[in-house]
């Protein structure tokens, strides 16, 4: 029987382990010039090996940092001027969201129907909220939570191979008009910044609100730079490890047997993401057109990927950060509001109507 020293020494070793990869594929990729390297190549290489069998995990804690230093870095674009300017396109906003409800349904009903779930499962695995509050809310409304974690998992993992990837394949980039408050380093700065931004996290943790750690550093970064309170900006290497840490944790997230027995389930997560992404980036583009703003930018905005990545693409890629991140913050709250309301106004409905297709 193993000794408890030696159990944490292994969990160590993994996480030496998934902290090492991630450096190393963080690395190539950068190398290689890919879109946002230090996510991307920790996320997939991490992913990979965790499927693969071997043993590697992040622990809890990365992710928390990750998004701890990505939300405090996003911001720090939230000037006055840009705090203005995104108040006027609510209207946008509040369609952003009411899309992603829209878009989460008929990509779950065809899910649950390419996949053989019941349909709670498939609404709740693919509406793009937060993937273990669609989880916990899945499971209370009957649905199967290891399905509703696995299609969400897949979905991050997915956009965020697809989109960022397209949007540099096309040239895209370079052309955001947003600049920090703060624009040089300061060391003492930069201490209190992180130290204010975290006591956010533990703050939004301590009450129970979901990605505590990413809207707890944004809100306090954005409270500061919208009150010109500019203590530092966010050195290259700090928001790269942000990336690095967050790329684990998510690849993480995938367990050996991902792939066993569920390669029906799997294709049609796959195909039902796909879908998703391209009827998000239609939506994203008639917007832009007819708000007359960088099409790119609202692709971002409307794309069904996670906060932090999605946010931190536009970041790397220079596409509009501000704007992109007030299109995911206010999706996410809506659907974390509105979801378990929506789905039990159209259970009842059904029921009512008598039909046997009741979500």
Known sequence: ???????????????????????????????????????????????????????????????????????????????????????????????????????????????????????????????????????????????????ISAAQSLRILIVVAIVPGSITALGIHGADPYVQGATGVEAGGLALLLAATLAGGLAFQRLGVPNAFVLGSLGVSILLTAFRVDLSAMPPAVSNAGQLLLGCALGSRFQPDFLRGAHRFVAAVALTVVLSIVLSAAFGVALAWAAALNPATLVLGTAPGGIAEMCITAKVLQLGVPLVTAFHVTRLVVLLLATPLVFAQARRWYRAHGTRRSP
Do not use: N
Not at 49 to 68: D, F, T
Not at 94 to 104: D, S
């Open 1 to 147: 029987m193993a000794s408890p020293a030696s159990g944490r020494l292994a969990l160590a070793a993994r996480w030496g382990a998934a902290i090492a990869v991630g450096v190393a594929a963080g690395g190539l990729c950068a190398l290689l010039r890919t879109p946002i390297p230090w996510m991307l190549g920790p996320l997939f290489a991490v992913a990979f090996l965790r499927i693969a069998g071997a043993p590697v995990e992040a622990p809890v804690s990365a992710r928390y940092a990750g998004q701890w230093i990505i939300g405090s870095a996003l911001g720090l674009y939230f000037t006055p001027r840009v705090v203005h300017e995104i108040a006027g396109v609510w209207p946008l906003l509040a369609a952003g969201a009411l899309f992603a409800i829209a878009l989460g349904y008929i990509s779950g009903i065809a899910l649950a129907r390419m996949a053989g779930l019941d349909k709670t499962t498939g609404v709740f695995a693919s509406v793009p909220g937060g993937a273990a509050e669609m989880a916990t809310l899945g499971e209370r409304f009957g649905g199967r939570m290891d399905r």
